[in-house]
């Protein structure tokens, strides 16, 4: 979590690489606490403007949470959040990711939709935002660095 502008407007960073494993016995359990969490956090942190930051490189597809529950956190976020939420920037998209909001775009609003960006490097991401008070864990950093080399030698 970070923030930024003159307001110190939030920058809730949230990477998946830490979500548990879907093989989990007790993930929908594991899964519905967790979005609770994360919607009381965002309750007590956001007055303002915010923006989310999801990390989504070096997540295996066993740790990516599903369509049925992004749908009901979208659902489940209170109408003053979803009107504050000023970007979803997701960094370093899969092509499931990608696929998931394509197939979704008709049941989400089209104000929604116009706030998902992607951005396919952390370099990217720091021409957008101060990255100064964002913390990028370094399985992620390393995601990076690996995708850039292999980038530079195609």
């Not at 920058?11 to 548990?20: E, G, R, S, Y």
């Not at 594991?30 to 956001?46: A, P, Q």
């Not at 499931?96 to 929604?112: E, G, H």
């Given at each position: 979590?970070?923030?930024?502008?003159?307001?110190?407007?939030a920058?809730?960073?949230?990477?998946?690489?830490?979500?548990?494993?879907?093989?989990?016995?007790?993930?929908?359990?594991?899964?519905?606490?967790?979005?609770?969490?994360?919607?009381?956090?965002?309750?007590?942190?956001?007055?303002?403007?915010?923006?989310?930051?999801?990390?989504?490189?070096?997540?295996?597809?066993?740790?990516m949470?599903?369509?049925?529950?992004?749908?009901?956190?979208?659902?489940?976020?209170?109408?003053?959040?979803?009107?504050n939420?000023?970007?979803?920037?997701?960094?370093?998209?899969?092509?499931?990711?990608?696929?998931?909001?394509?197939?979704?775009?008709?049941?989400?609003?089209?104000?929604?939709?116009?706030?998902?960006?992607?951005?396919?490097?952390?370099?990217?991401?720091?021409?957008?935002?101060?990255?100064?008070?964002?913390?990028?864990?370094?399985?992620?950093?390393?995601?990076?660095?690996?995708?850039?080399?292999?980038?530079?030698?195609?």
């Amino acid at each position: 979590t970070g923030y930024y502008g003159d307001g110190l407007n939030a920058i809730i960073v949230f990477a998946a690489c830490f979500l548990p494993d879907s093989g989990r016995t007790d993930y929908n359990y594991v899964m519905e606490n967790l979005f609770l969490y994360v919607i009381s956090t965002l309750e007590l942190m956001v007055a303002e403007d915010y923006m989310i930051v999801y990390l989504n490189g070096a997540t295996p597809r066993r740790r990516m949470p599903g369509l049925g529950w992004m749908k009901k956190c979208y659902q489940m976020i209170d109408r003053r959040l979803r009107k504050n939420l000023k970007s979803f920037i997701i960094v370093h998209p899969s092509w499931f990711i990608r696929t998931i909001l394509a197939v979704t775009r008709p049941f989400i609003s089209s104000k929604f939709s116009s706030k998902i960006q992607y951005v396919n490097t952390l370099a990217e991401l720091r021409e957008m935002i101060p990255m100064e008070y964002v913390h990028i864990p370094d399985s992620i950093v390393k995601y990076d660095e690996e995708k850039c080399i292999k980038r530079r030698m195609r």
